[in-house]
């Protein structure tokens, strides 16, 4: 059974930073491409960023968030994290992470290409 444990939202004051985590377990962590996806009210998940498996050298990100958002990963502790810096009142939503449903994979801005998903933490950035 595959485990994804978000953590580290809360509400944030306009250009501040938050480190969100996400523990996995029940899968062979390193081998398998991560991802993080959110989610405002009353409009579609979206990609955010993706880091591949291994020593994580890919990563891809949507563009508002390039410069300002950085996804690493910590095999040795099975976490994937989401570093956001210069926070914006439009980056307020429900963050998920998810990994990929192949392992050995590069990572993908497409959600259909994962198939275990954590429970979300929010995120609230105020103006």
């Known amino acids: 059974q595959v485990q994804l444990v978000e953590s580290g939202g809360g509400l944030v004051q306009a250009g501040g930073s938050l480190r969100l985590s996400c523990a996995a377990s029940?899968?062979?962590?390193?081998?398998?491409?991560m991802g993080w996806f959110r989610q405002a009210p009353g409009k579609e998940r979206e990609f955010v960023a993706a880091?591949?498996?291994?020593?994580?050298?890919?990563?891809y990100y949507r563009d508002s968030v390039k410069g300002r958002f950085t996804i690493s990963r910590d095999n040795a502790k099975n976490t994937a994290y989401l570093q956001m810096n210069s926070l914006k009142p439009e980056d307020t939503a429900v963050y998920y992470c998810?990994?990929?449903?192949?392992?050995?994979?590069?990572?993908?801005?497409?959600?259909?290409?994962?198939?275990?998903w954590g429970q979300g933490t929010q995120v609230t950035v105020s103006s």
């Open positions: 880091i591949s498996g291994g020593n994580g050298v890919v990563t």
């Open positions: 998810a990994v990929e449903r192949s392992p050995y994979g590069l990572g993908s801005r497409n959600s259909y290409e994962y198939d275990y």
């Open positions: 029940g899968r062979t962590f390193s081998s398998y491409a």
